[in-house]
């Protein structure tokens, strides 16, 4: 198949790393669905991809409704008449000591990261194409933990679990299934970190400086090509060599 007759799906593709993703892949040459809660922002990031002679279209969605996985997928399918790449991208985060954390922090994280991620995949399990890919963007915290990110490092791994089992589920349609695990990286969330959190981050990251949404959406795009059709059910670690 041409690659421009594939069609990629992004959750949270309209800021941050999941930007950098829509922007990378519709630059691949696929024919991107930017899901997203901000419509007016996903519609920026869409003529932008248009501008530059990409395919794109935005559907709005939030991905802690259950029924908003489908009716992604649905309209993916309707706008483009197939879906190839799932980028599982969009999640919540909060920091805190965990002594410190709620019930309702946990549960929001739970329904965000952990929830979300088994409806997302199992939908995708359901609908993907044969020979397609499935990617996790997860969090090197699973790895390498940080003080007062417990909540997030936890239902990330989650997802990272899930993930390596659907490989191998997915594995006689040659469809592959990877999580990328993102160190600290410049997004608008950088602005909430403190700079201490910063410098450590830096110091241990032997390239010695944050991550790009550029450099995370490079990974992206390698995995959803067809370069990437031998590596299935890995956690590949996009950290600048911290982890």
């Known amino acids: 198949m041409r690659v421009e007759e594939r069609v990629a799906v992004v959750t949270g593709g309209s800021r941050g790393i999941g930007r950098s993703i829509s922007e990378r892949l519709a630059t691949a040459g696929l024919r991107v669905v930017i899901g997203s809660r901000d419509q007016d922002v996903a519609a920026g990031v869409v003529a932008q991809i248009k501008d530059r002679g990409g395919q794109a279209t935005a559907v709005g969605t939030d991905i802690t409704q259950p029924i908003a996985v489908k009716e992604l997928f649905d309209a993916a399918e309707s706008h483009y008449g197939r879906v190839d790449v799932w980028v599982n991208n969009a999640g ?14 946990f ?4 329904h965000a990261n952990v929830r979300a991620s088994f409806v997302a995949l199992r939908e995708a399990a359901r609908r993907i194409r044969d020979n397609g890919r499935i990617i996790v963007i997860s969090s090197a915290l699973t790895v390498a933990p940080l003080p007062g990110m417990a909540l997030l490092a936890a239902s990330k791994a989650a997802g990272d679990q899930l993930a390596r089992t659907l490989a191998w589920e997915l594995g006689p349609r040659s469809v592959t299934v990877n999580s990328v695990l993102p160190g600290l990286t410049r997004t608008d969330v950088i602005n909430t970190v403190p700079q201490h959190v910063i410098d450590d981050a830096k110091a241990r990251t032997p390239l010695g400086r944050l991550g790009e949404p550029s450099d995370i959406a490079d990974v992206v795009s390698f995995l959803a090509s067809e370069a990437g059709r031998w590596i299935t059910g890995q956690t590949i670690h996009a950290a600048g060599g911290m982890i």
């Open 92 to 105: 919540t985060a909060t920091a805190g000591p965990l002594s410190q954390a709620t019930d309702d922090d």
């Open 107 to 110: 549960d929001r994280h739970l």
